[in-house]
């Protein structure tokens, strides 16, 4: 479905589990040679095992312009980055602090800035960025401001630098729930009934998959005439 990554480069952030894990092993068995970032090692290698042993792997905090630059400084060339970092502080304007939000901020924006401008230079006029915003940037909930802020903003980001690295292409996934280990976290045994009263409402009425999000990744690396473009993965959220 995908051969057109064949032999490509493609460098997925925040690929350790969920929605970028899936979209690695996706560019993986689309025979990109790809390489996994994190900010944990002991995951990227678990993640690896996975994937296999050919797949390389960065453990660093893409907020770090730094590590960034190094990281694609040992690429001759880059032909996709996808990004999923992001952090969804909670708590309403009087109790979220100024961290918070430049934590959430950081993990959105920032780092796509440091990708762009790090591994923009190593990326054919054929290659592209894909960032990850959220349906919190359309429909926000009380409490959500701040994580809010954050998607809506690499939305625009993501517009200003589809003009900026153009003929590159660059475009934001914005998701909505999905099977991760966030929600697992979140909610553990309890998952799918806290959840249910939320998912009996929603047109797909199901948590998404994280493969569902991974075609949707790959859809974008490999169109050439998608660009600046918002492509909603969120089983009707914005309907509701």
């Known amino acids: 479905m995908f051969e057109s990554l064949q032999g490509q480069v493609v460098v997925v952030v925040g690929a350790s589990s969920g929605m970028g894990f899936a979209t690695a092993a996706a ?11 994190a900010r944990t090692l002991k995951r990227l ?13 960065a453990a660093l905090d893409a907020a770090d312009a730094d590590a960034v630059e190094a990281l694609f400084a040992g690429f001759d060339h880059v032909d996709h980055v996808a990004s999923f970092t992001g952090e ?25 800035r440091n990708l762009c401008a790090a591994a923009a230079p190593k990326m ?10 959220g349906v919190s940037a359309w429909r926000p909930r009380p409490g959500r401001a701040a994580g809010a802020a954050a998607t809506a903003a690499i939305e625009s980001y993501a517009r ?17 729930a999905f099977d991760t280990p966030v929600l697992d976290r979140a909610f553990g045994e309890r998952k ?3 959840l249910q009263p939320y998912l ?40 509701i």
């Open 27 to 37: 560019a993986h068995a689309a025979g990109a040679r790809v390489t996994i970032v």
């Open 45 to 57: 290698e678990t993640a690896r095992a996975s994937l296999g042993g050919d797949v390389g792997i």
């Open 88 to 112: 969804q502080p909670v708590g309403t304007a009087g109790e979220t602090t100024h961290d918070q939000y430049q934590r959430a901020l950081d993990a959105r924006v920032w780092s796509a």
């Open 124 to 133: 054919p006029a054929t290659g592209s960025f894909t960032f990850c915003s």
């Open 160 to 176: 200003g630098m589809a003009v900026e690295l153009a003929p590159r292409r660059v475009n934001t996934i914005c998701p909505g």
């Open 192 to 194: 799918l009934e806290a």
């Open 200 to 239: 009996s409402t929603l047109p797909a009425g199901r948590l998404g998959k994280p493969d569902e999000l991974a075609h949707a990744a790959l859809f974008l690396m490999t169109n050439g005439y998608v660009t600046g473009t918002v492509l909603h993965v969120d089983g009707g959220s914005l309907l």
